[in-house]
């Protein structure tokens, strides 16, 4: 069996990076968060409490 020229290895390298980053980046930018209002976010943190069980 042959073995691959070192060129090839570093095209299917950079071919596999970018796919990898570009899958990344289309599930990182797929999901939109959920939005709160102000008014909501502000109310979450007055109702938690805050105490720690040292």
Do not use: D, H, R, V
């Amino acid at each position: 069996m042959p073995q691959m020229a070192p060129i090839s290895w570093l095209t299917l390298f950079i071919l596999f990076s970018l796919t990898l980053i570009l899958f990344n980046i289309l599930n990182y930018y797929c999901s939109l968060p959920k939005n709160l209002n102000s008014s909501e976010k502000i109310s979450s943190f007055k109702t938690s409490s805050l105490n720690w069980k040292w």
